[in-house]
């Protein structure tokens, strides 16, 4: 029973000192200081550092999906269809998610080994005792990079994955490319490229409050820091995951209300 | 950067307040208590030794006195200020008045050595026109000024020890805190960190705690001063040298103070536990 109770603790004290870290985060944004350079050379690592990552894979799964999608459209004889479909399953899921979730797995790592490194050799109480706010200098400008890269990675991300989708369908289901690019751009509505930008937001809130929170939280040196990081990529991959069953959710009953 | 000639001079007006101040301080963990009521005070201008086996606490103290910690119970006074509940936002501001240098040095692995040193500087938003002479200056004092452009991990652990002293003194705090600034390092290295914090008393009259587990350290201060004059660290142990720059010693124990006294009191102290120090 006692162990129960330590751990119902423990969980209880994880969620406050990550809600606190998160809701820190964004308040430091009202007040100075500001770390400007600081959130710009962030943009750069997470933004065009995991631009290869997202193009590559962005392109692929485009053309996957043509591939899957096509042929079943084939045997109703509507494959002109395949661009509707491609694009919606891009703009409002695929994109978001897949491009979160690699983001993750290359950021969240990242961010917690970067700064559990920081934590095991004291880097982030000599910060601290220099009278500087680590939850400024270290986590503000990575949230705020993470926000303003992720919704612009996707938005890249699906470009490509169409242009995939296009050159699939061109040249396996011989669709004019007009014609699948016309379909993909008609289909889309307000409230499709909203749903998608909307998840990439809290994504990327996720991916960067996750990362930062394992890696100031590390515990026992070196080990601790492998530890934090592979927890860092689990636990944002799987937030990312579950967030999004519930923002498709809110944002089918959003678009059903109000568009 | 040279000393200044009238410091000893400055340095023989002394406060009655303490800078620091500790009072019944507690402090444990999950593993169990580590502190069980810690009460001491240096006064400015004091050099304070923490003297102690490894796991008695001395790190904790160094902490809780830059406000790094916060204590279960009891309270801390800092120049004047009680920083035990103090919030964070006000401690920051706080510790720029406390210059601390870790054990291993915790220099920020990705900035240059003349980045690390000037890194205040540019929190406190000064130029870069402002700063380099300021850098400059204070790693001559260190004796590293042809590394400003090298990375931490160029340098040798006895040299990072006195960027991390460098890092400390930029701001020119009142008060340093030292964690066991020569473990690890031969005992040639160890002697020029050590001359380096006597010159650093001496020149600027800063009051320091420094922790450690060698004694020969606590001696070293105690009996050598710097010549201000000559610019020459010199054996003198004289009363009036101690007045002006006292060393006192702190044993911990078990969580507590076990010892504290003048390093003469310390080597004529008959106890069983303290010779065990001084063989």
Not at chain 1, 155 to 161: A, E, L, N
Request: glycine residues 8%; hydrophobic residues 45%.
């Amino acid at each position: 029973m006692e162990v129960l109770q330590d751990l119902a603790k423990t969980s209880v004290l994880k969620v406050q000192n990550y809600s606190i870290l998160s809701l820190r985060a964004i308040t430091n944004l009202a007040t100075g200081p500001r770390y400007i350079q600081d959130s710009l050379d962030q943009m750069d690592d997470i933004g065009v550092g995991s631009l290869p990552i997202v193009l590559l894979s962005g392109f692929f799964i485009g053309a996957v999906m043509v591939l899957q999608t096509g042929t079943q459209f084939e045997r109703f004889g509507q494959a002109s269809l395949t661009g509707d479909i491609v694009s919606l399953a891009l703009v409002r899921e695929l994109g978001p998610s897949i491009t979160g979730l690699l983001v993750a797995g290359r950021c969240s790592s990242g961010i917690a080994s970067e700064l559990g490194s920081m934590v095991v050799t004291e880097q982030v109480d000599a910060m601290r005792a220099m009278g500087t706010d680590p939850s400024r200098k270290l986590v503000t400008p990575r949230v705020l990079a993470t926000l303003i890269t992720l919704p612009l990675l996707t938005t890249i991300s699906v470009f490509v994955g169409l242009l995939g989708g296009m050159v699939a369908s061109v040249l396996s289901l011989r669709i004019n490319a007009t014609t699948f690019w016309e379909r993909a751009i008609k289909i889309l509505e307000f409230s499709d490229i909203m749903q998608g930008f909307s998840k990439t937001v809290v994504f990327a809130f996720i991916i960067a409050t996750v990362g930062c929170y394992q890696g100031l939280n590390v515990r026992g040196g070196t080990q601790g820091v492998g530890r934090a990081t592979t927890q860092a990529v689990v636990v944002a991959s799987v937030l990312i995951i579950v967030s999004d069953t519930f923002l498709t959710k809110l944002a089918l009953y959003l678009a059903d209300k109000f568009f | 950067m040279e000393p200044n000639p009238s410091g000893l001079t400055a340095s023989l007006t002394f406060t009655s307040q303490p800078s620091i101040e500790f009072k019944n301080v507690r402090l444990g963990f999950a593993e169990g208590e580590i502190l069980r009521g810690v009460t001491f005070s240096a006064q400015e201008r004091e050099t304070v030794i923490l003297l102690g086996e490894t796991g008695t606490g001395k790190t904790l103290l160094l902490k809780l006195a830059s406000g790094l910690l916060r204590p279960d119970s009891g309270s801390i006074r800092v120049l004047g200020k009680d920083i035990s509940g103090v919030p964070e936002s006000e401690l920051l501001g706080m510790r720029r008045q406390i210059g601390f240098v870790f054990q291993e040095g915790a220099l920020f692995d990705s900035l240059t050595v003349g980045e690390n040193v000037a890194y205040r500087l540019y929190e406190d938003g000064l130029s870069d026109q402002e700063i380099e002479p300021l850098v400059k200056e204070v790693l001559r004092f260190v004796e590293l000024a042809h590394t400003t452009d090298s990375l931490p991990s160029e340098l040798s652990g006895g040299m990072r020890r006195r960027v991390a002293i460098a890092r400390a003194l930029i701001a020119r705090p009142p008060i340093v805190l030292y964690d066991s600034p020569t473990a690890g390092l031969d005992p040639i290295t160890s002697q020029t960190i050590i001359s380096l914090i006597l010159r650093l008393r001496d020149v600027y009259g800063v009051t320091a705690l420094l922790a450690t587990h060698r004694l020969q350290d606590g001696f070293a201060l105690a009996n050598f001063h710097f010549d201000p004059q000559s610019k020459r660290v010199r054996r003198d142990s004289s009363p009036e040298s101690a007045r002006v720059a006292p060393t006192r010693f702190l044993v911990l124990r078990a969580g507590k103070i076990y010892f504290e006294g003048t390093p003469d009191e310390l080597m004529k102290s008959q106890d069983s536990y303290l010779q065990r120090f001084l063989i």
